[in-house]
């Protein structure tokens, strides 16, 4: 089977009627064909019809290792302090599970993170990777030895990936040495730029490589412009930029700027950039980000769980930034809940209704799954998130039998905004079936490789 009709598709114009895709063995669409004849008799003409089809989400930021802990650190502490329990006691208990896991069990879990990741409509991930080292600290004999576990994971699950290696030099601003227990992170820019050439074979209408420091507190300027000077210029950048009130403060201590302010100030930042937990930005800032075309990696159900704060949505959209979605720690795996609660954040901190939202598209719904599309586009640097020629053939099946799937122009606000049963019935990625009847085609393999993977781990989780 390489197509599909569609009696209704969102194409990039906007909801079309009776569409014919098509695509070819290199899995992008060849031709996508709007108002083509009614298919009646179609499953005769070997054609399978869908009613309701849309684009697949990427998702832009994952640390793929994180899936295993979800659920195991909402535990408190004893110390009951106002401030015992935070993003930074979270981060010893992760570093702790990152030390022990072996590059075949990060696989295994990538792979089950990756087929939930689909079930839920995703077709694209970004993969932040910086568990580049073996436990003791030494480099795997292969460089990318764990980059290309993630990538066979990948490609096993059937999700298409943009594998970002990760520049991870130092434990604070002002080069202060990396922690023993972050021993397992270095690379220096030399190193991500070998990860990088390593990769390069691999890379195809699935598979992108690019690059990210992991943050101005681990990677320094200097560093990041000696990274970028070896890197090819259209291939994407992705930093944690604001994540922590803590790290604003260390920036601002160690550089007078507040940290996108020095981002901007040091370096090149275009529409190649991903700025990754841009929580914490003043009004100059979301300006900045806005007029430079780059992406603002929101991971809102991540950003939550690890109390970070809120990003302001509404003046950046005034602005015409663009954003995309991010699962990041895992905690969730569907796109319907990442934007819904990055509207529902911005409802609650400011007392109103309906923020995401343009003077041209007044539904929150629609304009949240179109705008998340194309900037976790153009984060990925792959031709996805579009049902178009030449793009990559990847496409939602909403169940129609569902009481919350509509016709549009209803749907995509039910789909976003309505109940909690996953609404994704079939998938399509890179022009594989990889879901159907909501199951992922390799799911029991996938699940039982994983559960023995945990089984394994137990010892480390926390
Ligand atoms: C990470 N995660 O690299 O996995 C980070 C925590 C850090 C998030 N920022 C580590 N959510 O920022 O130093
Ligand atoms: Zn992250």
Known sequence: MTALFARHALLPDGWRRDVLLQWGGDGRFTAVTPDAPAMDGSESAGIETADYVLPGMINLHSHSFQRALSGLTEIAGEDRAKSADSFWTWRDLMYRFALGIAPEQMEAIAAQLFAECLRHGYTSICEFNYVHRAPDGALYPDVAETARRVIAAARHAGIGITMLPVLYAHAGFGGAPLRDEQ????????????????????????????V???????????????????????????????????????????????????????????????????????DDEVAAIAASGAVAGLCPTTEANLGDGLFPLAPFLERGGRFGIGSDSHVS??????????????????????????????????????????????????????????????????????????????????????????????????????????????????????????????????
């Not at 690379?187 to 990860?195: E, Q, R, S, Y």
């Open 212 to 282: 990210a420091p992991h943050s101005l507190r681990a990677a320094s300027v200097a560093q990041i412009r000696d990274l970028l000077a070896g890197l090819s210029p259209e291939r994407p950048v992705h930093i944690h930029i604001a994540e922590q009130g803590g790290e604003v403060q260390q920036c601002i201590d160690h550089s007078g700027r507040r940290p996108v302010q020095f981002l901007y100030d040091n370096l090149p930042v275009d529409e190649r950039w991903c700025l990754v937990h841009a929580t914490h930005v003043a």
């Open 183 to 210: 021993r397992r992170f270095r690379a220096g820019p030399a190193d991500v730029l070998a990860i990088v050439a390593a990769l390069e074979p691999l890379r195809g209408p699935m598979v992108e490589v690019g």
């Open 333 to 462: 795996t569907s796109p319907v809940e990442e934007l819904r609660w990055l509207e529902y954040g911005q409802r609650l901190a400011g007392q109103r209704r309906n923020v995401a939202v343009t003077t041209d598209e007044r539904r929150v719904g629609d304009h949240l799954w179109r705008a998340a599309l194309a900037g976790g586009a153009q984060a990925a640097g792959r031709r996805v998130g579009a049902l178009a020629p030449g793009y990559a053939a990847d496409l939602l099946v909403l169940d129609e039998a569902h009481p919350n799937v509509s016709a549009p122009p209803e749907l995509l606000n039910g789909f976003v905004f309505s109940g909690n049963d996953n609404l994704v019935k079939d998938v399509l990625a890179g022009g594989q079936w990889v879901v159907r009847g909501r199951q992922h085609v390799a799911q029991a393999a996938i699940a039982g490789r994983f559960k023995e993977t945990l089984a394994n781990l137990r010892e480390l989780r926390p």
